[in-house]
């Protein structure tokens, strides 16, 4: 079973930048478009960006024009760098299959808090 790892969050000032990591057990391709989600407590869980196997791109409003997903097949990654940080931008952060069925479990999650 693939199990998903993320890291690279941690506390940033509003304009700072971070870059999220998601690695895989498995082949992370295999799960096809992938996307990066992020979650507050009491929330739902929210679709933010997602790729492609072949490199296509979509972005949720929130965050487009600040946040750039990637895929890095070779190290069998798929990143998120996130510039321009908002204070509601803080949250944990997520990645997974978007349409993969069923689903891999959903990782740990890296927080990500933006305060100044």
């Known amino acids: 079973q693939v199990q998903l790892v993320e890291s690279g969050g941690g506390l940033v000032q509003p304009g700072e930048s971070l870059r999220l990591s998601c690695t895989a057990t498995?082949?992370?391709?295999?799960?096809?478009?992938m996307g990066w989600y992020r979650q507050v407590v009491g929330k739902q869980r929210e679709l933010v960006a997602t790729?492609?196997?072949?490199?296509?791109?979509n972005y949720a409003d929130s965050v487009k024009g600040r946040f750039i997903i990637s895929r890095d097949k070779a190290k069998n990654m798929v990143n998120l760098q996130m510039n321009n940080l908002k204070p509601e931008d803080t949250a944990v952060y997520f990645c997974?299959?978007?349409?993969?069925?069923?689903?891999?479990?959903w990782g740990q999650g890296t927080q990500v808090t933006v305060s100044s």
């Open positions: 790729i492609s196997r072949g490199g296509s791109t």
């Open positions: 498995g082949n992370i391709d295999r799960l096809g478009t």
């Open positions: 997974n299959g978007v349409y993969t069925d069923p689903r891999p479990p």
